[in-house]
């Protein structure tokens, strides 16, 4: 009790809520405070209603939120008379007098200088805390996330081709040079991710390392996908195989019969002039174009069955005069059907780019998977046939067209004007995956390569306009543009 008999009031409770500065209040006030200044303008149940005016039960439960946003402050002006507690083990109640009547203060020595934790206002509701030094938390630390707060939420594009420019480095500080540590340059990773690196008042530049999370989980999406997309082709190319082993093997060998069937590829005359062809465009193939490795492995791997089928067939004089039924016809179609299509398939892997490829192979199967589902309803062997041969041609042309076309990729140069202080020029997109050993070349002597930076070409003479192309190692190219390469500085 005060001198005049009234209880004092102690202001011990400060309102802890982010921005807030009001001063410390008594425990009552505090609560009222949190929840009439702040908790009650966010959206929930309880909206708008002022502390006073909920009911009892009520106010318990809003009272305990309220809880967490205020803390003890001790009253500089009424201080209460606490009698401190000796809580060592071991201690009696007894030995408690001795720091009841020990006014002695105590000296801590400081962990470090005034700078260790520092409070920065970045506005009026946000401040910055700064701890020089290593934060452990057990629970972990929690970042607002609530999508209501948010506003123009788009997702992340293109991660993958930003992440792959991010390199991490191990290194030591140099005032704490026995203690190696990991991470990446703030200065590096301003230039790809600006928004992730802070520049501090004493001008150096801190890194939001959370901020990577996202564009990490978006690389890795796309990595998945890609290649989810290319176990796809594998496992086309699988069946494909399962296909073609099925065709050309036989239910029942006996020494007269090989994989191939009884009948083989069709007559043995035509079948020895194709088995040359075939062997001669190996050799060939191998001599002048070993980068072409799926072509020149399907015509050995052709070449070899023709062979088979010359010796081992069971084609004769008889079989074409008398037996040339179209049950036959249909068979042979059906075997150069499947190995046909198999060298459209090494074909469009060399010769289409990118995404063209999986564009070819998707028109492709989808009709070939077309032909295999009318094979199930009562048709026609002959119109079976037809199909086939139908496939084969459509399938080649649109190979033909896409060749020329390459729609997937579009090479496109950093700059289409060059002078004395901008002297490079580079591709501002990889060359597809499939772009063999690829190459920027110009026809102009005035731009040449420069091997010190990746499709880069550098401009050593002016006054001229060059055309810029991406070359592959299979012979497909991308014409870039013209470069104007100014004479004036």
């Known amino acids: 009790m005060s001198r005049e008999g009234h209880r004092i009031r102690y202001k011990e409770y400060k309102c802890t809520f982010p921005g807030c500065n009001e001063p410390a209040k008594t425990k009552y006030n505090c609560i009222s405070h949190v929840w009439d200044g702040h908790l009650k303008l966010l959206p929930h149940e309880y909206h708008g209603i002022a502390y006073k005016s909920l009911p009892e039960e009520k106010r318990k439960e809003v009272k305990s939120k309220c809880l967490e946003y205020i803390t003890f402050v001790t009253d500089t002006v009424n201080q209460r008379k606490r009698k401190p507690y000796k809580t060592g083990l071991g201690d009696t109640i007894e030995s408690s007098k001795e720091i009841e009547n020990n006014n002695q203060i105590i000296s801590i020595t400081p962990l470090c200088n005034e700078d260790f934790i520092t409070i920065q206002s970045v506005n009026k509701n946000i401040k910055r805390l700064c701890i020089a030094g290593e934060l452990f938390s057990e629970a972990g630390f929690f970042q607002r996330s609530d999508q209501r707060n948010k506003n123009e939420i788009q997702k992340i594009t293109g991660a993958l081709e930003q992440l792959k420019n991010v390199v991490g480095y191990s290194f030591v500080y140099k005032n704490d040079e026995n203690h190696q540590k990991y991470g990446f340059m ?4 301003q230039e790809i991710y600006p928004n992730t690196v802070k520049v501090l008042p ?14 990490i989980v978006s690389s890795l999406k796309e990595l998945y996908t890609s290649i989810t997309e290319l176990n796809k082709v594998t496992e086309i190319t699988q069946k494909i195989k399962d296909i073609l082993k099925e065709v050309l093997e036989p239910q029942e060998i006996d020494e007269n019969e090989l994989f191939i069937g009884k009948f083989g590829l069709g007559p043995k005359k035509i079948i020895w002039w194709i ?5 001669i465009l190996s050799i060939i193939e191998v001599i002048c174009i070993p980068s072409f490795g799926m072509i020149w492995f399907w015509t050995i791997v052709v070449s070899f069955i023709n062979w088979l089928s010359y010796w081992k067939s069971d084609w004769n004089d008889e079989v074409i005069n008398n037996k040339f039924n179209k049950e036959i016809i249909i068979n042979i179609i059906t075997r150069w059907y499947v190995i046909i299509s198999i060298g459209l398939i090494a074909f469009s892997m060399t010769f289409l780019m990118g995404s063209t490829l999986q564009i070819y192979m998707s028109i492709v199967i989808a009709f070939n998977s077309l032909i295999v589902g009318l094979t199930f309803y009562d048709i026609t062997k002959k119109l079976a046939g037809y199909l086939m041969i139908f496939s084969i041609i459509l399938a080649l042309l649109l190979l033909i067209i ?6 997937s990729y579009s090479c496109l140069l950093s700059s289409r004007k060059l002078n004395h202080s ?10 597809p995956w499939n772009c063999m050993a690829p190459s920027l070349h110009s026809n102009s002597s005035s731009l040449i390569v420069d091997y010190t930076k990746p499709f880069s070409l ?3 003479d002016f006054g001229v306009t060059a055309r810029v192309e991406l070359k592959c190692e299979n012979g497909i190219s991308f014409t870039c543009g013209n470069v104007e390469l100014e004479s004036s500085f």
């Open 458 to 460: 550098k401009a050593i």
């Open 202 to 215: 004493d001008g150096t530049l801190s890194i939001d390392t959370v901020a990577l999370l996202p564009y």
């Open 422 to 431: 901008n002297r490079y020029v580079f591709i501002k997109e990889q060359p």
């Open 402 to 407: 896409l060749s020329f076309i390459q729609p």
């Open 275 to 279: 088995a040359i062809i075939f062997t």
């Open 186 to 189: 703030a200065q590096e990773l």
